[in-house]
């Protein structure tokens, strides 16, 4: 089987190409992506020497490279985790986002329908996504696989426009398409502009922290390691045209979670507790903020028997401990373009 995982050098993809390479030797496994600011091959040196992994590098907005890639490979399967994913980015770039999101979807689905031309035994094409489609919920509730699409930033409808185009094969084309959505990621490897690795970098430099408005926004937060288990068994039993809600069933307030963030960093820098927390300034809010997102997983677990296998005490503290034993990782990604990104986002 040849699986096209897109997006593999990025934070998720990049767990979920080193547990498929590990797990399937006899699959072959390609990973393509473009290599923006967000994808760093240094994720997967554990992998790259390995004789079922391979590397693409490719734009999937660019329609005929996409094409001339199918023909050539073959790819049975799809695992599609290429995106632009930063919202504040989405605020500022929006076009980015659709070209990426939506088109780059769009080129991956015509040129896997070209390739098997209704020919769809044994196929898939496997879209990742966010709980952030669904839009916010307030102080109760929680999203299921029917909650109605409500996205609010650029981001979250370039993600839905994408899923709809996904489902919209299935139905037109009889494309054979699984959909998965789930909440807030975190763990080694993600980008410093994300909430927690951004705070463990400013931790770690004396930077403030800036906690927008209030601080009194709740995500749901699962640990990547569990996501990337969770796709490979929805992409091995997932039922055709279906979709399936991932989440931690851990639920925080920004603040709660930051404070909590700040404790756990004095005790492993050796600090009074406090000094991290003296760090936190209040600033200007995010335009749209989504006041609560929280999934309801039941149906993934019901039905494929997953839950997340770590607390959040533990991946916190196997987060921070990554963070801290790869401070050159976090040194090259913070560097030039970084730089940039950060005076404008936070000036
Ligand atoms: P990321 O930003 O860390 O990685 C995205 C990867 O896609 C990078 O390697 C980048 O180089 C690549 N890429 C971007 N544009 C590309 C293009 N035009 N062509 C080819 N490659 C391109 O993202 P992530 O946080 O790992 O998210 C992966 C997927 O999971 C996204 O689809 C995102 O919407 C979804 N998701 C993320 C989270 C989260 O908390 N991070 C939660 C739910 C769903
Ligand atoms: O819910 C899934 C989504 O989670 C994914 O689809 C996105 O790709 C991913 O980026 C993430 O989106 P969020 O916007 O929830 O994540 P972020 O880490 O940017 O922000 C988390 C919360 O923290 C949010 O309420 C905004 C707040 N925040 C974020 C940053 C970067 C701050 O208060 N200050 C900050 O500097």
């Given at each position: 089987m040849k699986i096209l995982i897109?997006?593999?050098?990025?934070?998720?993809?990049?767990?979920v190409v080193r547990l498929f390479v590990k797990k399937y030797p006899n699959y072959q496994i390609y990973n393509l992506d473009a290599l923006t600011y967000a994808g760093n091959l240094e994720n997967l040196k554990d992998?790259?020497?390995?004789?079922n992994y391979s590397f693409l590098k490719a734009d999937i907005t660019d329609?005929?490279?996409?094409?001339?890639?199918f023909k050539t490979y073959k790819f049975d399967a799809v695992i599609h985790l290429a995106a632009e994913s930063h919202v504040d980015r989405s605020i500022t770039d929006p076009l980015a986002f659709v070209k990426t999101n939506v088109i780059g979807t769009l080129n991956l689905l015509n040129a896997f329908k070209n390739l098997w031309n209704e020919n769809f035994k044994g196929k898939r094409f496997y879209h990742i996504s966010t709980d952030e489609v669904y839009g916010t919920l307030g102080e109760t509730g929680l999203f299921t696989e029917t909650t109605s699409y409500d996205p609010n930033s650029p981001y979250s409808a370039s993600k839905a426009s994408s899923d709809h185009f996904v489902r919209a094969y299935g139905e037109t084309y009889g494309l054979p398409y699984v959909i998965t959505n789930c909440s807030?990621?975190?763990?080694?490897?993600q980008f410093p502009e994300?909430?927690?690795p951004l705070f463990i970098n400013n931790i770690i430099s004396k930077k403030s922290l800036p906690v927008y408005g209030?601080?009194?926004?709740?995500?749901?937060?699962?640990?990547?390691?569990?996501h990337a288990l969770a796709i490979d068994l929805v992409f091995r039993k997932g039922k055709n045209a279906e979709t399936y809600n991932i989440g931690g069933f851990n639920e925080w307030k920004n603040i709660d979670l930051v404070k909590e963030l700040c404790k756990q960093m004095d005790a492993k820098l050796g600090q009074l507790e406090g000094t991290s927390e003296q760090l936190i300034t209040f600033?200007?809010?995010r335009p749209g903020h989504d006041l609560r997102y929280a999934i309801d997983a039941s149906k993934i677990n019901k039905e494929l028997g997953w839950s997340p296998s770590v607390t959040f005490e533990e991946g916190l503290k196997i987060t921070i401990d990554w963070y801290l034993s790869n401070t050159e990782w976090l040194k090259n990604v913070t560097s030039g373009a970084y730089q940039n990104y950060y005076e404008k986002q936070y000036s």
């Open positions: 897109t997006g593999g050098a990025g934070f998720i993809g990049s767990h992998v790259e020497d390995e004789p329609e005929e490279t996409i094409n001339g890639l807030n990621n975190y763990g080694q490897n994300k909430l927690i209030d601080g009194n926004y709740t995500r749901d937060w699962l640990y990547v390691v569990d600033v200007k809010d």
